[in-house]
């Protein structure tokens, strides 16, 4: 038997969980029933998961002058519990004023109360974070994941952080609350996370990992991080999606930096045709469709050329018509056969993307295709 002896938003009450069976116990009887309860034999309640709530009845008959409050404080647990699917021995105090300031709206209450639990137990605190976002309960604000980032970049390290958010179950608390925690440590301490990021060949999270090409990407610090990529071993197997998403965005931001990093590589690296094609599609057939047609056919490896060229020619072909039909006049695409399927994929890629092209500015933004 599991006995949650704390008072529950205000009441005089407890909740006593047995097997499947939730009691909420009220008024000055509390102490009696505990001891009753305590005597029962578990396997009495196995048998039954519904929810039965205790509203104790004065001698007149009239019953506490708590009974609305008790019969709001039941109805709640038993929504939990029954329709939400959720485990009866989940429910505790922390939990229960959590939702209900959640309900209520008062960020700063949430904030508050997070701050308190972190202080008081870390691990406590992430399991409440856990519980809040798994059972997909509806808040009219957001979960405090900064809060806790900024608990844990004040009072643990880097590595101390990922250790404490990889022990979490919820994917979504760990996106969230990792985003920020890994963006604070890059800004902290670059090179440690790098390393870190090194020896773990284990970890591979495209959120945390869009989010921190996203804010290093665009500032000096893109070439670091993309040749720190570049130089992880051969044998790790995020090299080349992870270089790909960075270059990604680094084609966005700065584009003209791209050919600087090609031009240290050389010619016939995988690593170099990973930035010639990426810089090619992502950058320069946007803006100037034979240029990045130059680029294109300079990939060696001839599977990512062709991908490469067809690529190109789709946005060319959609951004710049005429001079795609200049460019095409004396295009090599090899025999009639060969060029017939190279114009039809770049047709095609061309109708897909001018109807899944973004029509408001911040749609643009490039969107991580890593895993």
Do not use: C
Request: glycine share 6%; aromatic share 8%; charged share 30%.
């Amino acid at each position: 038997m599991m006995l949650i002896d704390k008072k529950l938003l205000g009441l005089g009450a407890a909740i006593v969980v047995v097997g499947g069976l939730v009691v909420l116990l009220v008024g000055s009887e509390v102490e009696r029933e505990q001891a009753e309860l305590t005597s029962l034999d578990e396997k009495e309640f196995s048998s039954h998961p519904e929810v039965f709530v205790h509203v104790h009845k004065k001698e007149n008959g009239h019953t506490s002058g708590n009974h609305i409050q008790d019969n709001t404080l039941s109805e709640r647990i038993n929504n939990l519990v029954e329709l939400h699917g959720i485990d009866p021995g989940l429910i505790d105090d922390d939990y229960l004023r959590m939702i209900e300031a959640f309900e209520a709206g008062d960020e700063k209450e949430v904030d508050r109360m997070m701050m308190e639990l972190l202080e008081k137990d870390i691990f406590q605190a992430l399991r409440t974070m856990e519980k809040l976002e798994s059972h997909n309960l509806e808040y009219n604000i957001e979960l405090p994941y900064q809060v806790v980032a900024e608990h844990l970049q004040q009072y643990y390290t880097g590595p101390e952080r990922m250790e404490l958010l990889s022990s979490m179950d919820t994917s979504g608390s760990i996106q969230e609350t990792g985003r920020y925690v890994f963006n604070d440590w890059a800004e902290e301490n670059r090179g440690e996370l790098l390393a870190w990021v090194r020896d773990n060949p284990s970890f591979n999270n495209s959120t945390l990992l869009y989010h921190f090409y996203k804010q290093e990407m665009a500032g000096d610090s893109a070439y670091e991080v993309v040749d720190y990529i570049k130089n992880l071993p051969e044998d790790d197997a995020r090299r080349n999606q992870m270089l790909t998403n960075a270059l990604s965005h680094w084609a966005v931001v700065k584009p003209e930096d791209i050919p600087q990093f090609y031009h240290t590589l050389e010619p016939g690296d995988a690593r170099a045709d990973n930035a010639l094609e990426v810089y090619a599609v992502e950058y320069a057939s946007k803006n100037d469709g034979f240029v990045a047609m130059e680029w294109a056919n300079k990939v060696v490896d001839e599977s990512r050329r062709t991908n490469a060229v067809i690529s190109v020619g789709a946005t060319f072909m959609l951004n710049d018509k005429e001079g795609f039909e200049d460019w095409l006049e004396s295009a090599d695409l090899g025999d009639l056969e060969q060029r017939e399927q190279l114009l039809n994929e770049m047709s095609r890629r061309s109708d897909h993307l001018r109807q899944n092209t973004p029509t408001r500015p911040e749609d643009f933004e490039w969107q991580d295709g890593g895993s």
